[in-house]
């Protein structure tokens, strides 16, 4: 029975070993929501995929419902409004918003975000809209001048111009390069 222990770890082991390059060789960004006060709302996490970008955002101490979520051009959240941020990424002007608009350009739309009772939310979402790094023909997070990701107190309608009438912005997460 040792033995055959010792064989699975051994096997895991090396399976880890191998699997560990494959792992870190994707492009990521990584950010700390923080709330109009300053706190620590959680974590934003982006990996770069062949056509487009994983968002992965687990947040806590939100107003329960729904939120609308947006990539925003400038890697900057100074806090309490967050307008340092800029407006959405985008790559033509004027930036038309909305999933549902038959003319959206804005590629800093992304599906809101929900919080339950306990202020909490967990989502993973892909988008084709974005890059993670120049080099595509679509716009890059970590450009210049960088990006953030911006949480929003009210849905996204994804039709309303300029931002879907999700009001004003509760959470903000600087994008910086991963580890």
């Excluded at 990584?30 to 687990?58: F, N």
């Excluded at 909305?98 to 892909?126: H, I, K, M, S």
Aim: aromatic fraction near 4%; include cysteine.
């Amino acid at each position: 029975m040792k033995t055959g222990l010792t064989k699975w770890l051994a096997a895991g082991a090396l399976l880890g070993v191998m699997a560990s390059p494959l792992a870190s060789a994707a492009e990521t960004a990584t950010g700390t929501l923080l709330g109009a006060d300053g706190t620590d709302l959680g974590r934003v996490d982006v990996t770069e995929t062949p056509k487009g970008v994983l968002l992965r955002v687990i947040a806590h101490n939100l107003t329960p419902g729904w939120h609308g979520m947006h990539f925003h051009e400038k890697g900057q959240c100074e806090a309490p409004k967050f307008t340092s941020a800029g407006a959405h990424v985008h790559t033509q002007t004027p930036v038309v918003h909305g999933f549902l608009n038959a003319r959206a350009n804005d590629d800093g739309d992304l599906p809101n975000l929900f919080a339950g009772p306990d202020g909490q939310a967990t989502v993973e979402v892909y988008s084709t809209l974005v890059a993670l790094k120049p080099g595509t023909t679509r716009p890059a997070l970590l450009d210049k001048d960088g990006s953030a990701l911006v949480i929003h107190a009210h849905p996204d309608d994804y039709t309303t111009q300029p931002i879907g009438g999700a009001g004003e912005r509760v959470a903000c997460a600087v994008l910086k390069p991963g580890a």
